[in-house]
């Protein structure tokens, strides 16, 4: 009976849970900011506080994530690919591909149903095949990126961007508000455009079923509505943001009690 | 940018006008097309042929033709320069480079689904960094220690400029770092080309003297720019015109001219 902590600090959110047998005892999401050791000490000390736990009941803590590696206190780093393979299988354990979509890079990553990563594909070389697209479309919308998905769903003619490219996306929504285009059709349009990004990477592993999202893409329905019409079927998540600190958190629960 | 060049027929240039395109205006060129008539002090209709080039020249309704830039910028560098061998052509959305021989356009590298590599990459890191593109390549030039700087893509590379600045690296470390990486990237484009001298280098970005340098060393050879290095597409189209008007002269031939008015572009409306 130990608690456990999995530390998951993105670029964009830092993200943090204790376990205790498997079971989510507490979890937190904050701002990543610009340093990263600042992020990692404030969300220990909260989560802790949130627990009513001390330091010196968490036997094990591993982190993952962009700015895993400069964590100022004691702890494991483990890559995020192996914690969302864990994280994912805890929660589904029949999943057999998982799409991870953060705010700087994606990965689709194959699972052999008992938890084993057999084949995995990252694209963290350009915006456009991350959350960072959308991120910078909505910034241009002057929209909040938790409501651009709904509202991408009342679109019925989406805008098709043409480059693949999230600075060139960028000119071409501005031309296309100019035109007088709506919000929801070029939103419609961009989702469109990373879920196509995102089932190039799933056609390059290969899909097996059943498939699961995570990460904070899975957060955004336009995104999983776009990618159900490419085919993709999805397991999500109640919160798919956690998925990387939970599975860093079993991984330490597993490392102790081995 | 919308340019517009006029030439006599000896190929003396009359007038050039340079404005922005943006969003809004890029149905507009016929208000630089007025801007260069007013220039040369001449009327729409003395002008014997105009060729509209570029991304948006299906934009000019008052063009008796549309040629790509391919053909004009061959056409405008070979003129600046008839030692060209190979033109490198860095606009603000692509960057080409151009393998030429006696005037005539042999190969091309093309790169447009990409910020990195084009103009746009300096644009936004100016951007980020609350500087004046004009400025960017003097504070470059006065690093000794360049940042390297990982990221291709732009918007990766501007969350690294971030960081690098929140870590203490000097400012032209860090710009000397983005000069690099353009460069690295169009050297790495254009040398499927085989690069021989003269190297010619046009476009918006040719007017940054750190790409011109980290280009020179890259590819191991001068770099030549022209006085204005925006315009030679221009120049091209405007030579290309002289040139019809000239062989239909010579053949006694009508010259095919489109019903036009100086008109702005309505395909919005």
Known sequence: MVYCMGIDIGSGTSKGVITKDGKLEAYILLPSGINYKVAAQKLRDELLMQAGLAIDDIASTISTGHGADIIPFNNKHVADMLCCAKGISHLFPSVRTVIDVQRQSSQVIKLDGKGLVTDFVISDMCASGSGCFLEVIANILQLELKEIGALSLKSENPVIFTTGCAVFGESEAISRVAEGISKEDILAGVHLALAGKLAALVEKVGLEKPCAISGGGGLNVGLIKKLEELGLHLLVPPQPQLVNALGASIMAEEQVTN | MTKVVIVDQEEKICASVIKHTGAEHRRLANQVMQQALAQASLEFDEIAYVIATGYGRIMVPFADRQITELTCHTRGVFHLNPNVRLAIDIGGQDAKGLKINNGRLLNFVMSDKCAAGTGRYLETTAHTLGLRLEDLDSISLKSSNKVSISSTCTVFAQQEVISRLSEGAPLEDILAGIHDAIASRVARMVER???????????????????????????????????????????????????????????????????????EATFFK
């Not at chain 2, 720019?225 to 006694?252: D, F, H, N, T």
């Open chain 2, 193 to 263: 080309l085989k690069v021989e001298p003269d190297v010619v280098l046009t476009g918006g970005v040719a007017k940054n003297a750190a790409v011109v340098k980290a280009l020179e060393e890259k590819l191991g050879c001068k770099i030549l720019v022209p006085q204005e290095p925006l315009l030679s597409g221009a120049i091209g189209a405007a030579l290309l015109s002289k040139e019809i008007i000239q062989k239909a002269r010579e053949r006694c031939e009508p010259i095919r001219r489109k019903q036009r008015r100086l008109d």
